[in-house]
């Protein structure tokens, strides 16, 4: 190889985050993945094996907390305070980023000025979902449409967050369905499924991999999915899109960020141990159990992506004309 080739090939790697700073020594001290819903959902499933891999690697130790609350802005506003010396890493949907802005009147950050993107790590699909609290004879929207026009003080719905992705999701439907439905808000994934178990609420918005395993064992029911294809997952299930409903295409990610201000040095060194921890073998198997695949980017990609999708979204939350309470 010639040697102008050869360097060439290195610039281009460490560009990408893939040379230097894997070699680099780790940083002295304990980094947090500061998770914005309680233990025990799909965050937990991709946060925690990745911490075991960058251990003594990215950090001298790398530990996963939890901090809930106030549909994921508490965890924001905690890692925007927190120093810029990497040690700090936000793990949130992207829709906080994204959605939020257009739904809430006040909010303490901003995405562009508060934070530094650093990758996506997975996309969420989302599953319409019917527990037993809905009769058993409902296994489409249709069906669920034509029911909630029969018992109409029976129109509620749960999502993981109030203001959320899945929110929409069901703003959407109802507007689209002429229905007026009542979203439940609950804090986070797990609470909102045990209750969706236990027949609390009839129905609800998942990310999907906190409900196949009850659904591939009957004890719950996918309506419809909001993907713009059917899922791999659950391949029998058609979306909303096939179901009648063409404009209910609702989808986020799993994304990580660092407090703005962070040395662009360190950004890059957890992009590229965030790639290589994800793509490993077991953590693969781990996200597959869960329904979830692994799509990272450069820091640029997904700077360039979060601005769409707030564009987006602005245009969505308009045409609801849906207000957060703050």
Same mark, same amino acid.
């Given at each position: 190889?010639?040697? =102008?080739?050869?360097?060439?090939?290195?610039?281009?790697? +460490?560009?990408?985050?893939?040379?230097? $700073?894997? !070699?680099?020594?780790?940083?002295?001290?304990?980094?947090?993945?500061?998770?914005?819903? $309680?233990?025990?959902?799909?965050?937990?499933?991709?946060? /925690?094996?990745?911490?075991?891999?960058? /251990?003594?690697?990215?950090?001298?130790? %790398?530990?996963?907390?939890?901090?809930?609350?106030?549909?994921? =802005?508490?965890?924001?506003?905690?890692?925007?305070?927190?120093?810029?010396?990497?040690?700090?890493?936000?793990?949130?949907?992207?829709?906080?980023?994204?959605?939020?802005?257009?739904? @809430?009147?006040?909010?303490?950050?901003?995405?562009?000025?508060?934070?530094?993107?650093?990758?996506?790590?997975?996309?969420?699909?989302?599953?319409?979902?019917?527990?037993?609290?809905?009769?058993?004879?409902?296994?489409?929207?249709?069906? @669920?449409?034509? &029911?909630?026009?029969?018992?109409?003080?029976?129109?509620?719905?749960?999502?993981?967050?109030?203001?959320?992705?899945?929110?929409?999701?069901?703003? *959407?439907?109802?507007?689209?369905?002429?229905?007026?439905?009542?979203?439940?808000? @609950?804090?986070?994934?797990?609470?909102?499924?045990?209750?969706? *178990?236990?027949?609390?609420?009839?129905?609800?918005?998942?990310?999907?991999?906190?409900?196949?395993?009850?659904?591939?064992?009957?004890?719950? =029911?996918?309506?419809?999915?909001?993907? +713009?294809?059917?899922?791999?997952?659950?391949?029998?299930?058609?979306?909303?899109?096939?179901?009648?409903?063409?404009?209910? %295409?609702?989808?986020?990610?799993?994304? &990580?960020?660092?407090?703005? /201000?962070?040395?662009?040095?360190?950004? !890059?060194?957890?992009?590229?141990?965030?790639?290589?921890?994800?793509?490993?073998?077991?953590?693969?198997?781990?996200?597959?159990?869960?329904?979830?695949?692994?799509?990272?980017?450069?820091?640029?990609?997904?700077?360039?992506?979060? !601005?769409?999708?707030?564009? !987006? &979204?602005?245009?969505?939350?308009?045409?609801?004309?849906?207000?957060?309470?703050?």
């Amino acid at each position: 190889m010639k040697r =102008r080739d050869m360097l060439a090939g290195i610039a281009g790697m +460490a560009a990408f985050g893939f040379s230097g $700073p894997l !070699r680099a020594q780790p940083l002295a001290g304990n980094a947090f993945v500061i998770n914005a819903f $309680p233990p025990g959902g799909i965050g937990d499933h991709v946060a /925690r094996p990745l911490a075991e891999k960058m /251990r003594g690697k990215y950090a001298a130790n %790398v530990l996963v907390e939890s901090r809930p609350g106030a549909g994921g =802005r508490i965890a924001v506003e905690y890692v925007k305070r927190a120093a810029p010396d990497g040690l700090t890493i936000l793990q949130i949907p992207t829709s906080v980023m994204t959605l939020y802005p257009s739904t @809430y009147r006040k909010l303490s950050y901003d995405m562009a000025a508060d934070f530094a993107p650093v990758s996506t790590t997975v996309p969420y699909e989302f599953s319409f979902t019917a527990g037993p609290g809905l009769p058993p004879e409902i296994r489409s929207v249709a069906d @669920y449409i034509q &029911w909630v026009k029969a018992n109409p003080k029976l129109a509620n719905y749960g999502v993981p967050a109030a203001g959320s992705a899945l929110h929409f999701a069901g703003m *959407m439907l109802a507007r689209a369905s002429g229905t007026e439905l009542k979203a439940i808000a @609950y804090r986070g994934g797990a609470p909102l499924l045990n209750d969706l *178990m236990g027949g609390q609420v009839p129905v609800s918005f998942n990310v999907l991999g906190e409900v196949l395993p009850h659904v591939k064992a009957g004890k719950l =029911r996918s309506l419809g999915l909001t993907t +713009a294809t059917r899922s791999t997952f659950l391949s029998e299930v058609p979306t909303l899109a096939e179901q009648g409903y063409k404009d209910i %295409v609702v989808s986020e990610y799993l994304g &990580w960020f660092l407090p703005a /201000r962070t040395p662009m040095e360190t950004l !890059r060194r957890l992009n590229g141990q965030l790639r290589e921890g994800i793509q490993s073998p077991d953590h693969l198997d781990i996200l597959a159990k869960n329904a979830l695949q692994p799509v990272t980017q450069s820091p640029e990609e997904f700077a360039k992506m979060l !601005r769409q999708d707030a564009a !987006r &979204w602005s245009t969505i939350a308009k045409a609801t004309g849906f207000t957060a309470e703050d």
